[in-house]
């Protein structure tokens, strides 16, 4: 797994640690990851896109 991939994962999974411990975690029934991290082929300039 390349670095950057990597990176934009460990922030990925702090996102949703916080979002989840939030006020407003009841009302979320899922998250979709899609985009260039989602298949693997995330780009340092690249935004990670959460649905």
Not at 10 to 29: D, G, P, Q, V, W
């Amino acid at each position: 797994m390349s670095k950057i991939i990597e990176k934009k994962l460990k922030t990925l999974n702090y996102f949703k640690k916080k979002l989840l411990e939030s006020k407003i975690k009841k009302e979320i029934a899922k998250m979709i990851l899609f985009g260039s991290l989602a298949s693997g082929k995330a780009q340092k300039k690249k935004a990670i896109l959460i649905f």
